[in-house]
């Protein structure tokens, strides 16, 4: 039996439904097979596989647990449970990536029922039975090897951002964008698609807009329409209400070519790895995709005061601002019609690379004297259900479910570095070059940048506290210096200079109450020079500066002579690439657009 370490983490979902008065702590080894759920409808049952968490480690004994598919994003493999609620997770050690292939060649099913092609080695992660029928998707690795992931993990982690993907398509037969009318996943256009220059979705208002990637290319891709619509014809299918209701999926990728996996599990024998989460994937190259959303009118048909009909009610959907400190999803009751929304975070999705153009539709928002309902002061249900509304008065509130998706970083140095040499490549008759200085190298063009260490302060120089002291190194125990990144960008011949410092990690918590490095807080500081033959000696002033003010450069942005300015280090949903936003803000704040 593996040994694991595990990590204490705590989230503010209750899963009573689960585990209901069980008094053992388990942690999450599988998820199995789906069954339909016979007590709220719309949302399928998946059989969720445990091990008992004992002072040794992780017993031999697998116990079964059911649990609706919206819930799976919380039950992760290897999060432990206990009460209801999760307690720590299993640390599988630092993501690891994969370059594999999506394409029909490039992958095959297998399970332990197969004789031959079995999954991995039985020792490494044994499942209940030596003829298990669980299904796993095998890529072939290019150095010898394999990638192994578990089918239903692929499922719930690439299918989309949002919980409420997987339940319509476990639920419902395939109504795609052809059949709006019918499509709980697909809203009508405002006008004529046309389909040439970009991919045209408009999405139900109960998806994120993140959805959007895999609908677009169901709509526009027979591939992805034939693999979306064939989850729910395998259900049809295998599934036998009387002597056989388990059906264990057979997950395929939904889109073909070149991908990059971002995972963490088991290493196995002979180069190969069992994945047991998905932290992250590449986005497949294409059309750019012009994102439209359903006006917040209308709850999945039904108005805000629970009426059908045809009339627009006044008001928006009930986003509700306080939610309370538990919120126990269940999956045993239906939402209340016209109760509200309230959000369930899943772990961060981090796209790998480079993300896919996706361009929002811009409209004036017709503004409604009406006040929104659920406001500020009113508070969610503490029962909340991911499925379709059905009924009133039960109590239950609807449950938005989403991994909010991330891009991978490299720390903000690089990163911005890197948007840098991104938006040159994107526009290279306006950005003629970018490049870093030192002060031994001067400008140079190459793609590796290099910083200028800063130096420490003068022993007997008391107007120089402790804190500003320790503030110049990353590590004051290695007394390793902080770095300055001095960047500059020729745009429509002006050049333009952009400083970014390094910062030191910092421990934070994730939405799963898990451990995870971030960094410092600090802004970056973007100028033109009066005199840039002078640059030299000015930038040795500059520097001196910073180290005075540990890094808060917008208290010496007045003393650079010429346009100088700060700015902040904000995303925006439609970056291709890390920091894209940042570098376009930083540029407009010296009167350059670029589009």
Same mark, same amino acid.
């Given at each position: 039996m593996p040994y694991?370490?595990?990590?204490?983490?705590? $989230?503010?979902?209750?899963?009573?439904?689960v585990f209901g008065n069980d008094p053992d702590t388990l942690m999450v080894w599988l998820h199995t097979h789906i069954t339909r759920n016979s007590r709220a409808q719309s949302q399928p049952i998946v059989r969720v596989a445990f091990r008992k968490v004992i002072a040794s480690g992780v017993s031999e004994q697998i116990v079964y647990r059911d649990a609706p598919i919206t819930a799976l994003g919380q039950l992760r493999i290897g999060s432990v449970w206990k009460d209801g609620f999760c307690r720590s997770q299993a640390a599988f050690g630092d993501a690891t990536e994969f370059e594999v292939n999506f394409s029909e060649s490039g992958w095959r099913h297998t399970s332990f029922q197969q004789t031959r092609?079995?999954?991995?080695?039985?020792?490494?992660?044994?499942?209940?039975?030596?003829?298990?029928?669980?299904?796993?998707?095998?890529?072939?690795?290019?150095?010898?090897?394999? +990638?192994?992931?578990?089918? /239903?993990?692929?499922?719930?982690?690439? =299918?989309?951002?949002?919980?409420?993907?997987? *339940?319509?398509?476990?639920?419902?037969?395939?109504?795609?964008?052809?059949?709006?009318? +019918?499509?709980? /996943? =697909?809203?009508?256009?405002?006008?004529?698609?046309?389909?040439?220059?970009?991919?045209?979705?408009? +999405?139900?208002? !109960?998806?994120v807009l993140d959805d959007v &990637? /895999?609908?677009?290319?169901?709509?526009?891709?027979?591939?992805?329409?034939?693999?979306?619509?064939?989850?729910?014809?395998?259900?049809?299918?295998?599934?036998?209400?009387?002597?056989?209701?388990?059906?264990?999926? $057979?997950?395929?990728?939904?889109?073909?070519?070149?991908?990059?996996?971002?995972?963490?599990?088991?290493?196995?024998?002979?180069?190969?790895? /069992?994945?047991?989460?998905?932290?992250?994937?590449?986005?497949?190259?294409?059309?750019?995709?012009?994102?439209?959303?359903?006006? &917040?009118?209308?709850?999945?048909?039904?108005?805000?005061?629970? *009426?059908g009909g045809d009339d627009p009610p006044s008001g928006q959907v009930r986003r509700f601002r306080k939610t309370p400190l538990i919120v126990d999803l269940t999956g045993s009751e239906e939402p209340d019609h016209g109760v509200g929304s309230t959000e369930i975070l899943d772990t961060e999705f981090v796209v790998v690379g480079k993300r896919r153009v996706v361009i929002d539709v811009r409209r004036n928002r017709v503004k409604s004297g009406a006040r929104q309902r659920g406001g500020r002061g009113v508070t969610s249900p503490a029962v909340v259900s991911g499925g379709d509304p059905y009924g009133s008065g039960k109590g239950v509130g609807q449950a938005s479910i989403n991994a909010k998706q991330v891009?991978?970083?490299?720390?903000?140095?690089?990163?911005?570095?890197?948007?840098? &040499? =991104?938006?040159q490549r994107q526009n290279p008759t306006r950005i003629q070059s970018v490049a870093w200085f030192t002060f031994e190298s001067e400008f140079c063009t190459d793609s590796e940048p290099e910083v200028i260490g800063l130096t420490p302060f003068k022993d007997d120089d008391e107007s120089v506290n402790t804190e500003t002291r320790n503030w110049l190194y990353l590590d004051v125990d290695s007394k390793v210096f902080r770095g300055v990144l001095i960047a500059r960008l020729r745009v429509d011949?002006?050049?333009?200079?952009?400083?970014?410092?390094? *910062?030191?990690? !910092?421990?934070?918590?994730?939405?799963?109450?898990?451990t995870k490095e971030s960094e410092e807080k600090l802004k970056g500081l973007v100028f033109t020079l009066d005199d840039e033959q002078a640059i030299g000696k000015w930038l040795t002033e500059l520097l001196c500066d910073?180290?005075?003010? *540990?890094?808060?450069?917008?208290?010496?942005?007045?003393?650079?002579?010429?346009?100088?300015?700060?700015?902040?280090?904000?995303?925006?949903?439609?970056?291709?690439?890390?920091?894209?936003?940042?570098?376009?803000?930083?540029?407009?704040?010296?009167?350059i657009s670029l589009d």
């Open positions: 694991f370490k595990f990590a204490s983490t705590s $989230k503010q979902v209750s899963l009573k439904d092609d079995q999954p991995y080695d039985w020792a490494c992660y044994p499942l209940h039975y030596q003829r298990d029928k669980n299904q796993f998707l095998v890529f072939d690795l290019k150095g010898g090897g394999r +990638l192994v992931v578990p089918c /239903l993990e692929f499922f719930y982690r690439c =299918y989309g951002r949002s919980a409420e993907i997987k *339940r319509v398509l476990t639920t419902y037969p395939w109504h795609g964008a052809k059949e709006p009318h +019918l499509s709980k /996943l =697909y809203a009508e256009l405002d006008d004529l698609d046309d389909g040439d220059q970009k991919w045209r979705v408009k +999405l139900k208002m !109960r998806l &990637l /895999l609908l677009a290319h169901a709509k526009y891709e027979d591939y992805t329409e034939r693999v979306l619509r064939g989850i729910y014809s395998q259900i049809e299918a295998d599934h036998d209400t009387r002597y056989s209701p388990e059906v264990f999926l $057979k997950i395929r990728p939904w889109h073909q070519g070149k991908a990059t996996l971002k995972v963490r599990g088991i290493q196995l024998n002979n180069g190969s790895f /069992l994945a047991l989460q998905i932290i992250g994937c590449s986005d497949p190259e294409g059309k750019a995709i012009e994102r439209d959303r359903e006006e &917040l009118q209308k709850f999945d048909g039904i108005d805000i005061d629970g *009426r891009m991978e970083s490299n720390g903000m140095l690089r990163d911005m570095w890197n948007a840098m &040499l =991104y938006l011949m002006r050049n333009v200079f952009i400083v970014e410092i390094e *910062r030191r990690t !910092r421990q934070m918590k994730d939405v799963d109450g898990a910073i180290q005075k003010v *540990r890094g808060i450069v917008q208290k010496i942005s007045g003393k650079i002579p010429g346009n100088a300015l700060t700015f902040s280090h904000k995303s925006s949903g439609n970056d291709e690439i890390v920091c894209q936003a940042m570098v376009v803000n930083a540029l407009g704040k010296m009167g």
